[in-house]
């Protein structure tokens, strides 16, 4: 695996330099495919093999137990501002098992707080 270690992810309430952002290491990678998807549709350098691989191996904490994404490594179902693992479900469409989704939506539902302001947030 390959790790993003001492960022804030979108939530701001976290910790600062926390590791492995559930949301930011999803981001990274998609970042780098779609660099590499634009390559073929243009004469840009392709993207090096070595970048490829870290997208492909970034580490994305998940709770296998639960069957649900953590926001970061070492989170502990402390209440949250926004919920950064449901945005990975929607908008960026993170390849998952549909349970897997849906246990995400309901767990980090009762971990965001109520008194936002949070993009994931709903009534």
Same mark, same amino acid.
């Given at each position: +695996?390959? +790790?993003?270690?001492?960022?804030?992810?979108?939530?701001?309430?976290?910790?600062?330099?926390?590791?492995?952002?559930? +949301?930011?290491? /999803?981001?990274?990678?998609?970042? *780098?495919?779609?660099?590499?998807?634009?390559?073929?549709?243009?004469?840009?350098?392709?993207?090096?093999?070595?970048?490829? @691989?870290?997208?492909?191996? @970034?580490? /994305?904490?998940?709770?296998?137990?639960?069957? *649900?994404?953590?926001?970061?490594?070492?989170?502990?179902?402390?209440?949250?501002?926004?919920?950064?693992?449901? @945005? /990975?479900?929607?908008?960026?469409?993170?390849?998952?098992?549909?349970? /897997?989704?849906?246990?995400?939506?309901?767990?980090?539902?009762?971990?965001?707080?109520?008194?936002?302001?949070?993009?994931?947030?709903?009534?």
């Amino acid at each position: +695996y390959f +790790y993003f270690l001492g960022v804030l992810p979108p939530d701001e309430d976290a910790q600062p330099n926390v590791n492995n952002s559930v +949301y930011t290491n /999803i981001i990274a990678s998609l970042a *780098i495919h779609f660099a590499n998807y634009t390559t073929c549709l243009t004469s840009a350098k392709p993207i090096d093999s070595k970048s490829l @691989l870290k997208a492909r191996c @970034l580490h /994305i904490p998940f709770d296998s137990n639960r069957q *649900i994404h953590l926001e970061y490594e070492g989170y502990k179902d402390q209440d949250i501002k926004q919920a950064d693992v449901v @945005l /990975i479900g929607f908008p960026l469409m993170w390849p998952m098992k549909s349970e /897997i989704r849906r246990n995400d939506l309901l767990f980090y539902e009762n971990k965001t707080r109520i008194n936002g302001p949070a993009m994931t947030w709903g009534y």
